[in-house]
């Protein structure tokens, strides 16, 4: 017999014997990673913290609040982009990779940053943007300048004797049109979101040798990780079929995860990921669960973590409902349940805030629906995502005059809307509770001028709600939202069952609360979750009379499955 295959099967052999002894699943030890037992905080760096008054977050204002951040007990911080920029979308148009945006500082800010975060444990991810580049780079520029300089083939152009390209979907352009006709050398370029975006050509070797000498150079600096923005667009059909009328309603289904985007990965991962200790997550995954496992499946050696979007899209301004979620987010666990590692989130810098969206962000259930998504997001499989503000219980700020948007997603939009005479009450609306703005407006610090963000004039207007819900109010309270995700950060780190335990949903068909347990080595905890600002009862035939309360967001939690108005309460079960 083949000595690897008979080393192979002891191995095998050993682990399924060593697990008959243990109810639930075994973490083998190579399995753990940092990554997975990470809990991510994500940093708008334009609207953390403004160091030098010019109204615009900076990495000093990054800096000067390290110990908050560590105080939250997170172990990894996520930032936005904060590359050279000329900010046509906040940072995610890029035109220097190895340089830092003026508005955010230096690269010596940068190292002390990272070394201020290492000292502190806690790990740093960068956003690699690089689907696209900004049109102020300086391959941009060579590429533009003539059909026959070498960079011309760094980015998609379409000479205009082949008369005009087939129709591209832009998410940021005035007429959705992806194609840009550039009169210089008369073609047009593509560019999936603004034009000062445009997308890069990863079918060239060049343009992947570029971008993994980049990812080199942060990671020899030290970073911890990256997430791929839009990577799923990365890869084009360069033949450019034709699609059928009305794809756009649908473009991501035509454009995402294209020939050889898994090659690519395959290529990042062999040039670089496999060679230093980084976690690695891909913005959305494709258009079937099997291409998202395709993505982070160990033994493909491609990305290290999924983030699908089907969870974040559920919350619409008419309400979402909880069957629906739960499927969801069971789905998914389920897809990940053997193989791969997941994401977990309900919020970021392209939705509005959580609780204005998943929760319930009037007075009188702010608080509480706030603890209870918390407590879903931190007692849930994969690595808990979580955007600042959040842990303040921040809501939608809903400018209703279109002056005080700033996203660029909504502008060319609202221009869109104006030239095709929509409906500008409907958009309006729309905004009010979806636009991204919503999670971008300053950090609420304290009461002072400017929620103490900043002491000049912010960039976009802080929420008027700054005076009672900001963070120095919360940190002398001890029933705050904020003490409350302390707690729940730390239940998390102090039970390895909540990261890798077994997930099983209870009492399925429940409209109004979500019940699952998590078992690991003998170890079972219980989740109960009430979605609803009235009681409702979950039903899990657990006994709960001999349960250990682990965390609960009101003082008399549930002593048997009747839950308060967004209750949440969490509970170690005795074998
Ligand atoms: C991603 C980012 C978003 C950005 C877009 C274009 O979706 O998360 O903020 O606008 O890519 O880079
Ligand atoms: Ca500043």
Redesign the pocket.
Known sequence: MNKVFFALTCLVLIAVLSCQNKKTVTINQPDRKWWKEAVVYQIYPRSFKDANGDGIGDLKGIISKLDYIKSLGVTAVWL?PIYSSPND??G??VSDYRNIMTDFGTMADFDELLKGLHARDIKLVM?L?V??SSDEHDWFKQSRSSRTSPYREYYHWWNAERGTPPPRYS??DVNHDAWRYDLLTKAYYLHY?SRK?PDLNWENPKVRKEVFDIMKFWCDKGIDGFRL??FGFAAKDTTWPVYPKGYEKDFSKYYALQPHLHDYLKEMNQEVLSKYDVMSVA??TGNTNEDAHNMVDADRHELGMAYPFEGVDIAKPEGYSVLHFKQVFSKWDNVFADKGWLSVFLA???QSRLVSRYGNDKPAFRELSSKMLTTFILTMRGTPYYYNGDELGMTNAGFTDIKDYRD??TLTEYQHQINIKGDMKLFMKTTEFAC?DNSRTPFQWDGTANSGFSTGNPWIKVNQNYTTINAAAQESDPNSILNYFRKAVKLRHDNLVLVYGKYTLLDSENPDTYAYTRELDGKKILVLLNFRDHAAAAKTGIDLSKAKLLISNYNQPSSDGSLKPYEASVFELQN
Do not use: C, I, S, W
Request: overall charge negative; charged content about 35%.
């Open positions: 936005n979308d906040n995610y148009d956003d943007v689907n696209h998410l940021f979101f975006q923005d839009a913005e959305g970021n810098h392209d660029k997603a991204r």
